[in-house]
């Protein structure tokens, strides 16, 4: 039997991640009831291509826009995760160092006018189940360190920051 037949398809693999995000009860995300195309939709921006894909979703809770991205690599048989904070800025050195020692799970990075919550590793992704282990592994961890209730609870999204005149 040869392998190459065996192997996922990246289509496959970007639609069931549309499945896993619409299905998934995850900190960030809208309650199922109150999910509508203006607060969780898949992005128009998606790229499918022989070899790669990816899926996200376009978030809006609470104060939060939120892109949760899923990424394929066919040849290399992996997937990774991140979540991007769109409206989050963090520019200061000492508290970036503080959240990335106190989020070890995570890879995060910090950009002008995003934060960006990254899966540590690439996951080995040979079949659908492992695809959903490296789901349910990844967002395993950013339900266990509570990292979306840290984020909102400590810091102001970049449009409060500017009502109260401490941005532009």
Known sequence: MC???NSLKTK???THY???WKGADLPGFPKKAYRNY???RVSPYNVLKKDSCNCTMHVHCGKWYLHFNAYYDRKK???HFTVWFMNLTIANRQLEDAIKQTYPEFSISFMPSAVIVSSKKNYVAKKMEDIDKAFNTFFGE???TQIYEFMTGNFKT???LK???KIK
């Open 3 to 5: 392998l190459f037949f």
């Open 18 to 20: 549309e499945r896993l």
């Open 38 to 40: 203006d607060n969780f």
């Open 158 to 160: 970049n449009e409060e």
């Open 12 to 14: 496959d693999v970007q």
């Open 77 to 79: 048989k992996e997937t």
């Open 163 to 165: 009502a109260e005149g």
């Open 142 to 144: 950013w339900k266990r």
